[in-house]
Every structure is written in C-alpha cells, then in structure tokens.
C-alpha cells in the first residue's frame, strides 16, 4: 500500500497536468476518502505549493494559474519519451537558434534519472538508426517563434525584418495563418498586408518580430500546411515543366507530393473516383531537370511532355542509356 507521501507527490503530479481536479476524482485517483484528499492538500500548501479551492458545481483543487513547480516529476515512459522527442527534433532540425538549448535540456533531465532508465535510454539510442544524415539546419530565433505564434493564435497582425534568398531585406506586416514544420525548417504563411496577397516565409530569415494593433480573420479554405505546400509547388524556378500523365491521383502523388507539383483533378464522371485512371495535368518549377526523367520511369505510366523540350530530350538520353544497358551481354 502506498504511503501517504507517495500519495501526496501523486497528487501534486496529477495537480500540475492542469485544469481542475474534483475532490471525487482525485479520491478516486489516490483511492482515499474525501478527507484524506483535503489533508494531503493542506500538506501540500504548508510546503508552500500555491494549489488554489475552486467553489461551485464543478469545483475542487487546482495549481495557481502561471506557477512554475521546481520538482519535474516524470515517469519511466515520459522521461524517454522527452529525451527521445529532443534527439528527434535535432536530427529534424526542428529547434530553436540555440543548438545547445536541446541538449542541454536532456544533459538536465538524464542528470535525474535513474541508472536503470538512464541505461534503457542508452539501449535505445545505441540501437536507433536514421535513415538520413543529420544536416546543419537553419533553425529560427526562439523569440521570433513564440512572437508569431501568438500573433497566429489570437489572429494579430505582426511586422516582420526579413532578409529573401537573394540577400535583400524587407519590413513587412504579416497576417499569419499558421506555422508549419517541413523538410527540417520552420515556415510561417499568411497575407503580405502590403501587397494583399499570400506569402510564405521561412522562419530562421526574420530578424524580428512584433505584435501590432488590430485583428483580422482568417480566410477560409486550405491549412496552413497545404497553403505552404500548394506554395512550394508554385514557386519560381529556373524551369517551368506541364506533363500530361495516364494514371490515377494516388500513382502520381506517389512520386511528385503535394510540395514538388500542382495536379490538375478533373471532376470524374459519374461513378468514376480517385482510383480511376485518366489524363492529368501536372505542373511544377525547379531549378534542375536532371532528376524528372528517373522520377518519370519509375512511375511507369503513359505521360506527355508539354513543355520544355530540354526535358524531352533528357528523357530520350536516358531511355537509350537505359536501351544500351539492357543489351549488354
């Protein structure tokens, strides 16, 4: 049976998950009288823990509003779980400017643990593979992170210092939508207010960030992610390619997502779905066309080169590459 000790860190844990807990229910939680429960509160109290009396229908116990509680108390699980999301997020390059801020925070928390987690931990990590090399990612500013997160969720414009891809720098002020994770980089999209329309910018190429007066609503229509996505695919690019393709949406998104090209779905017919074959129209930008044709062979479909001709061509030299090869003997 548990002592009441345990019994109080128990419910100190369960008081910082938030929100309020009934008397019923933390009770239930700690399998004591009602009593017993206000008891084990005042005890937390007299250690000078802020747990606030919530009167009413659906009052109880809950955590001051903003308190930072100096213990951290995790289970096994979570403790893996944290120090698992900050090696994740390393090699995703989805962390702040301060590359040291992750490990830091996993140098504090293995500091705590116990040898025997401390040593599952290890026996992960020594096993965990990634299939990809970690690059040097350009990671944004904290301030700037939390800054236009606010301005998303309270829908507030913001002005921004950004510095574009050619090296020029701008003020601009920013309705924005959301922030969204692709590829290792952080992205915020939303209306350029000066020019009325959709933009969106890479996070770690805005100096700084402000709240401005004012609100705006959010347009209908496409998420955050998808609008970033439908951007990337849109993009300017050194080459402009139009392809017809013979297939179904899912064999061609297979190879050419969302990110690379803008698919043209005609309206099927009726009884006519997604998994039915016909002609699409598919667009995309890049600065090089040198990875199309491999890309366009391995989907193994019947498609049409509208433009530009020095894609053709590329394709034509890899079919004979590929001609010579298969008559070797």
Do not use: N
């Amino acid at each position: 049976m548990p002592r009441p000790t345990g019994r109080v860190l128990t419910l100190l844990e369960l008081l910082q998950s938030g929100g309020t807990r009934t008397v019923a229910e933390l009770a239930d939680r700690l399998g004591v009288e009602g009593r017993t429960v206000r008891r084990y509160v005042d005890q937390l109290i007299d250690l000078d823990v802020p747990v606030e009396s919530v009167r009413g229908r659906y009052g109880g116990y809950r955590l001051a509003p903003g308190y930072r509680l100096p213990p951290l108390m995790l289970s096994d699980d979570e403790a893996l779980a944290v120090l698992l999301g900050l090696v994740a997020g390393r090699r995703a390059g989805l962390t702040t400017t301060e590359h040291t801020a992750s490990e830091t925070a996993s140098a504090k928390i293995r500091r705590v643990l116990p040898k025997h987690i401390a040593h599952r931990l290890d026996t992960i990590l020594e096993a965990l593979a990634f299939t990809d090399r970690p690059g040097e990612f350009d990671t944004p500013d904290a301030g700037v992170l939390l800054t236009i997160a606010d301005a998303v969720r309270h829908r507030r414009p913001v002005s921004i210092r950004y510095t574009d891809r050619d090296g020029r720098r701008s003020e601009r002020t920013l309705h924005a939508y959301g922030i969204v994770a692709h590829g290792g980089r952080w992205y915020v999209t939303g209306k350029d207010a000066q020019i009325g329309e959709d933009r969106t910018f890479r996070l770690d190429r805005i100096a700084d960030a402000r709240t401005l007066p004012g609100a705006f609503e959010a347009p209908a229509g496409p998420g955050p992610a998808q609008r970033v996505l439908s951007g990337f695919a849109t993009a300017e690019y050194r080459h402009e390619v139009t392809l017809r393709i013979h297939g179904t949406v899912e064999q061609i998104r297979a190879h050419l997502p969302a990110s690379v090209a803008s698919l043209e779905e005609y309206a099927p017919v009726a009884g006519e779905d997604r998994a039915t074959e016909r002609w699409l129209r598919v667009e995309l930008r890049a600065e090089r066309l040198d990875w199309l044709p491999p890309v366009l062979a391995s989907l193994d479909r019947p498609f049409v080169i509208e433009r530009p001709d020095e894609l053709r061509d590329l394709v034509i030299a890899l079919a004979d590459r590929l001609t010579s090869y298969a008559r070797r003997a």
